[in-house]
């Protein structure tokens, strides 16, 4: 018999504290989970769940555009932000209780309170202690706002998805995902979208030509782009609020969102009292097993601040839990993690950038199709696609593909599997298409740019 109440306790259910609980439990371990703010985390509350939903939402304008050239008479765009807020919530609320489920039928035991470390093997929820043998840290990040004047003005991610109405002018200040993903969503949604970046083209690390084509696209459904741009200060009347930029000149609107990247929750949770090291931000430095400086005490997902995907969180999840709990060993193998922002149109990636593959392999060959997908020679929409393949010379293989377009997410997830299982340009150029689709580029492209 154990001389502790458990085996595993999770601090945090987002998807990767759900996963690694439900997995542990499901292989004999006995768990408990803890949580003071949501079932299922970031993405299913505040994330990749409701942001897909609007992003849904946001989408319907072009559609009601593009079904003109195919002899449709739309006959309302009347758009209702209540009504997509309150079924949103709805769909929320149902998977906090699949996650609750999922918990309780796995045989974790919840605690619905704030949890704290109090030792290398004891945790008190809201006052009543446990022991464990082991402790998993889980608990993700948080918006990080800078420090600018009127800060206080500005709301993030968390908020927009809560907000009484559709802010007719909007101000998105950042150029990673969240920021472009929600310049596309109210842009879609009928306000008119601002938005602020201060290097020289939005989304830092992606391909160089998929930034500036998804730029030059979001350009044309109307967004407003101002890079090397920065904000010196917000200030609010009674009727609006004022974005004083960099440049001299100033932007009146009805909300300010801050997108400048999110930090992991790690303050007063008890970790330094227990030693836990923290790195960076504030992130919980883990070993490639996902174990702290202190033994007894892991973490995985955002609040170690390295991949921050949901998929990446799951993986790990399970990863430790096999770990731990299990003879068997599945390490997380973070080579070729696709990934897609959803902005309109998608990018979606997956492999190296063409400036990470010329430093990593030397010599590549780029092959690169930009096209008026068959849908818009009738829907009159002048929307392009763009599609990026980058070839390590020596290999064969293909190293990098970078897709703009339409689903690019759905198309990317795909192309995954085959980078992933060292495909080469000749096991691409010996696949045959699927016509008429956009994706069939991806096994046509013959003659490279470079
Ligand atoms: P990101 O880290 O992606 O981007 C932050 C952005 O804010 C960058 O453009 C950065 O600029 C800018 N920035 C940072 N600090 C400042 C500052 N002081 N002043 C002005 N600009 C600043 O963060 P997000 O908030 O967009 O998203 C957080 C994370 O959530 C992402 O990294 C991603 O891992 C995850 N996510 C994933 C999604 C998906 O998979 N589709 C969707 C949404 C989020 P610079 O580049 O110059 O540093």
Redesign the pocket.
């Known amino acids: 018999m154990s001389k502790y109440n458990y085996d595993l306790f999770v601090v945090g259910a987002g998807s990767g504290g759900v996963r690694a609980a439900r997995m542990s439990a499901g292989l004999g371990a006995r768990v408990a989970v803890a949580e003071d703010r949501y079932m299922g985390g970031t993405c299913v509350n505040v994330?990749?769940i409701p942001?897909k939903l609007l992003l849904y939402a946001s989408q319907f304008q072009d559609e009601f555009k593009d079904a003109t050239g195919f002899g449709w008479t739309v006959k309302s765009e009347a758009f209702d932000w209540s009504k997509l807020i309150t079924n949103k919530n709805r769909e929320i609320k149902r998977l906090n209780s699949v996650y609750e489920n999922l918990l309780e039928s796995a045989g974790a035991h919840i605690y619905n309170g704030r949890a704290e470390l109090t030792g290398p093997h004891t945790v008190s929820v809201d006052g009543k202690n446990f022991s464990t043998e082991r402790i998993l840290v889980a608990v993700g990040?948080w918006?990080?706002i800078?420090d600018?004047p009127g800060r206080e003005y500005a709301i993030t991610?968390n908020e927009a998805f809560f907000l009484n109405q559709l802010p007719k002018r909007v101000v998105l200040?950042?150029?990673?995902?969240?920021?472009?993903?929600f310049a596309g969503i109210f842009n879609g949604l009928g306000s008119n979208v601002t938005q602020i970046?201060?290097?020289p083209v939005?989304?830092?690390?992606f391909d160089d030509d998929a930034r500036s084509f998804l730029a030059q696209e979001m350009l044309k459904k109307g967004v407003d782009l101002r890079f090397n741009m920065?904000?010196s200060a917000i200030t609010k009347s009674s009727e609006e609020l004022t974005v004083a930029l960099s440049d001299g000149t100033s932007i009146n609107c009805d909300a300010v969102m801050y997108?400048?990247?999110?930090k992991p929750l790690t303050a007063n949770l008890g970790l330094e009292a227990c030693g836990v090291t923290l790195g960076k931000n504030g992130a919980i430095v883990v070993n490639d097993r996902y174990q702290t400086n202190i033994e007894s005490i892991y973490a995985i997902g955002?609040v170690t601040d390295r991949?921050?995907?949901?998929p990446v969180a799951l993986a790990e999840g399970m990863s430790l839990a096999w770990d731990l709990f299990s003879a068997d060993e599945k390490i997380v193998d973070y080579e070729y993690v696709p990934?897609?922002?959803?902005s309109q149109p998608n990018l979606g990636t997956v492999g190296y950038t063409e400036t990470r593959a010329r430093e990593k392999f030397g010599s590549v060959t780029i092959y690169k199709s930009t096209f008026t997908a068959l849908k818009h020679t009738l829907s009159g929409n002048d929307e392009k696609t763009l599609m990026k393949l980058i070839v390590d010379d020596a290999s064969d293989r293909v190293v990098g593909v970078h897709m703009v377009g339409p689903d690019a997410g759905e198309t990317i997830q795909g192309v995954a599997i085959a980078l992933k299982s060292g495909a080469t340009k000749s096991n691409f150029d010996r696949t045959i298409g699927i016509h008429p689709t956009a994706a069939e580029e991806l096994v046509t492209m013959r003659d490279p740019v470079t």
Not at 307 to 310: A, G, H
Request: hydrophobic share 40%; aromatic share 10%; with cysteine.
């Open positions: 994330g990749c942001k990040g918006p990080h800078p600018v991610s200040v950042g150029g990673g995902y969240i920021a472009v993903e970046y201060r290097g939005f989304l830092r690390g920065d904000v997108a400048t990247g999110r955002d991949i921050n995907l949901t990934a897609a922002v959803f």
